[in-house]
């Protein structure tokens, strides 16, 4: 878990990117969990993730919910998420997915969750989610997808896709990121 906190970080330090870690000065990592919300709320969830692999009872729910309470965050200890997610505004975000890959950007009032049966959706890597989307139901979004605002996406989603309307359509493909995008998944 430290880890993947560690690479949350790193989404930090330069906006849209993913920092060197030499970059992530101990100074560095106190002034963004001092100045931004949402890091407290990603390290919250991620020491639930840890209580939660160590079978620790109680801690999950308690930090869980005070995650709820205090950063309007909905997200479930143990959540399978991959280092390097990007939660712009926690507020109003329910995220229950069956798996998120690493550098996820998520940024306002996202609903991850089913639909109409008990199946969660699974997202790639280098995934970009816009404000108010919902992504619903068993499935799976590709590496490097973008899903714009306020879509509503219930079908598949191709790697490098961009969806938008409701329900999500197709409305292009790019590339897969490459290393000077930035957003490449480190080793851990």
Same mark, same amino acid.
């Given at each position: 878990?430290?880890r993947?906190?560690?690479r949350?970080?790193?989404?930090w330090v330069?906006?849209g990117e993913?920092a060197?870690p030499?970059?992530?000065?101990?100074?560095v990592?106190?002034?963004?969990?001092w100045?931004?919300?949402p890091v407290?709320a990603t390290?919250?969830f991620?020491?639930?993730c840890w209580?939660?692999?160590?079978r620790?009872?109680l801690f999950?729910?308690?930090l869980q919910r005070?995650?709820?309470?205090l950063y309007?965050?909905?997200?479930?200890?143990?959540a399978?998420?991959?280092?390097g997610?990007?939660?712009?505004?926690?507020?109003?975000?329910?995220?229950?997915?069956?798996r998120?890959?690493r550098n996820?950007s998520?940024? +306002?009032? *996202?609903?991850?969750g089913?639909?109409?049966e008990w199946?969660? /959706? @699974?997202?790639g890597d280098? !995934?970009f989610i816009g %404000?108010?989307?919902r992504?619903?139901?068993?499935i799976?979004?590709g590496?490097? +997808?973008? *899903?714009?605002?306020?879509?509503v996406?219930?079908?598949?989603? /191709? @790697?490098?896709a961009?969806v !938008?309307?409701?329900p %999500?359509?197709?409305i292009?493909?790019?590339?897969q990121p490459t290393e000077q995008?930035?957003?490449?998944?480190?080793?851990e």
């Open positions: 878990m430290a993947a906190f560690h949350d970080l790193l989404r330069i906006p993913v060197e030499s970059a992530l000065t101990a100074r990592a106190l002034r963004l969990f100045q931004h919300l407290r390290a919250l991620r020491l639930a209580f939660k692999q160590r620790i009872p999950p729910g308690v005070l995650n709820c309470s309007g965050l909905e997200i479930p200890s143990g399978d998420i991959g280092g997610l990007y939660i712009a505004h926690p507020v109003g975000t329910v995220i229950m997915p069956r998120i890959g996820c998520i940024i +306002a009032g *996202i609903t991850i089913m639909r109409t199946a969660f /959706p @699974d997202i280098n !995934v %404000a108010g989307a992504v619903l139901g068993g799976r979004v590496d490097g +997808a973008i *899903i714009g605002a306020n879509a996406v219930i079908h598949d989603v /191709p @790697d490098g961009t !938008v309307g409701i %999500a359509r197709v292009g493909t790019r590339q995008d930035g957003l490449l998944p480190n080793e």
